[in-house]
């Protein structure tokens, strides 16, 4: 048989490459009490015009890289009042100051901007005749590779010209929804499979309304902890609770204010699992069967000891939805969904082993039970490992993915697979090579001789596949699409 011929990629020359002076405002709160007050217990000694003084100096060094530094200031001011051991009752000059010890800059993306992935932007107003506006996320890594999300602009021409919306040195972390509501049937759900339905925990679950909120979880904790006779909660109530809580605050949602441009919003870890970072998202553009679109986005949460695979939702990029996947079949990283439900369920790409892919199926987005084996390494730039590139993009000839292989001294390509459209579990094309190798100017970087993308898009004829070089920076290629699919046809599987 004769091999098929690998489509020509053109490589843009677009580069995205980190920003150090894109610096994010952090709570920097020593864990040791004692230190917090005496650090404010130095700052309440201070004479009125010291105070005033060091404030004016700090806000002429900072105020000027941020949007928002007194609000700021002032909440950390609240995380840290009641360590203060004075009753001095500080006007606003000198809680700004107090703030200011406990505030630190975070280079967000000082190591890396890299893994990306691709999505339509929810607005295509305003555009000439065949052009396409998207949002391409990135993947930010900081001091202490911790990794959180960033996000570009763009417009493909309909001779998918790439014009970048331009960016600034500013950045904005989203607001925490207080008042967010929990759904009391899936909560109980995510309880059960973590085992503590039986215990204090599923009690006071059976209390709450249908619908609540993390504060009102809160206060029923809070009133079972000072319950009658002063009794403390044993050790297994203690841990009930404990998780109780913890899966509250794993499933979270935030928000930005519409007047943020899209390129200032990071998504930054907030809950205990995402400690040390965020990676990977996946984006796809989801529609739903009745029409109706939304963004998700498949990660890897990482608290500095083990992964946690979540999924992220949103129909603006102005507000989102953060929950944890659930089930057995939630066990390692590249997850990607497919844009749309295949008889009714849903279905996304896994990787169970480290090794092969999977494909699963599953009635609810949050919870995945059930595994098929899909593809194994077979050629010799995959032995090492295969894994999945971002979500399925729908063809006339079938579901295309894109994946990644990794082969001798450890080299990462992507590739491609073609799926059956009606029955995606069946492979039915396949490359015997990559379409993306690192070149000589990809290949060095914080992770060596590694290409590697989260998620590509179709238009004009194209795909259009971002992707990262060697974990450090990011660039676009560009691939005839009609080539890519003739030369997966022409090699179905063996």
Avoid at 141 to 164: C, K, P, W, Y
Avoid at 465 to 493: F, G, K, Q, R, T
Wanted: net charge negative.
């Amino acid at each position: 048989m004769t091999t098929p011929a690998i489509p020509q990629v053109e490589r843009t020359g677009v580069k995205f490459t980190p920003d150090n002076t894109r610096v994010l405002l952090r709570p920097f709160i020593p864990a040791n009490e004692a230190r917090v007050t005496k650090i404010i217990s130095r700052v309440m000694t201070l004479s009125d015009a010291e105070a005033a003084e060091r404030l004016h100096g700090v806000m002429e060094e900072f105020g000027g890289r941020h949007t928002g530094t007194e609000n700021f200031l002032e909440g950390n001011y609240q995380r840290v009042a009641k360590f203060s051991i004075t009753d001095r009752v500080p006007d606003r000059t000198r809680r700004l100051l107090v703030g200011s010890f406990f505030t630190s800059e975070y280079a967000l993306e000082c190591a890396a901007l890299f893994n990306p992935s691709v999505v339509p932007h929810p607005s295509q107003l305003g555009l000439p005749p065949g052009a396409m506006r998207f949002v391409m996320s990135l993947r930010a890594t900081g001091e202490g590779h911790i990794s959180s999300i960033e996000f570009r602009e763009g417009v493909l021409g309909a001779d998918n010209q790439l014009t970048m919306e331009p960016t600034n040195r500013f950045v904005t972390a989203p607001d925490l929804v207080s008042d967010a509501n929990y759904d009391k049937a899936l909560f109980r759900r995510k309880l059960d499979e973590m085992g503590f339905r039986d215990g204090v925990a599923g009690q006071i679950l059976d209390a709450m309304p249908e619908g609540f909120t993390i504060q009102q979880l809160q206060k029923a904790v809070a009133t079972y902890q000072r319950r009658v006779g002063g009794q403390r909660p044993t050790h297994e109530e203690s841990r009930s609770l404990d998780n109780l809580l913890w899966l509250a605050k794993s499933n979270y949602e935030v928000a930005f204010h519409q007047s943020v441009p899209l390129s200032e919003r990071i998504i930054f870890p907030v809950s205990d699992n995402e400690s040390n970072g965020i990676e990977d998202a996946r984006f796809v553009q989801f529609t739903d069967e009745d029409g109706g679109m939304r963004y998700y986005a498949t990660y890897t949460a990482y608290n500095g000891r083990v992964i946690l695979p979540q999924i992220l939702e949103t129909t603006d990029f102005e507000r989102f939805k953060i929950s944890t996947l659930n089930g057995r079949a939630v066990q390692n990283k590249g997850m990607a969904l497919f844009p749309r439900k295949i008889d009714g369920r849903y279905a996304m790409i896994s990787r169970q082993d480290n090794e092969n892919l999977f494909i699963m199926y599953s009635d609810n987005v949050n919870f995945w039970e059930e595994t098929t084996p899909l593809l194994k390494p077979t050629y010799p730039w995959e032995f090492v490992q295969l894994g999945n590139c971002g979500s399925p993009l729908e063809t006339d000839a079938g579901w295309l993915l894109l994946t990644h292989g990794v082969g001798a001294m450890r080299k990462y390509c992507i590739g491609a697979i073609l799926l059956d459209k009606e029955d995606p579990g069946k492979v039915i094309g396949r490359l015997p090579e990559p379409i993306l190798s690192p070149n000589q100017n990809e290949r060095e970087g914080y992770v060596p001789n590694v290409v590697y993308t989260c998620g590509a898009l179709i238009h004009a004829g194209r795909l259009v596949m971002p992707y990262a070089m060697s974990d450090s920076a990011s660039s676009v290629a560009i691939i005839p699409l009609d080539e890519l699919l003739n030369s997966l046809l022409a090699n179905p599987p063996q």
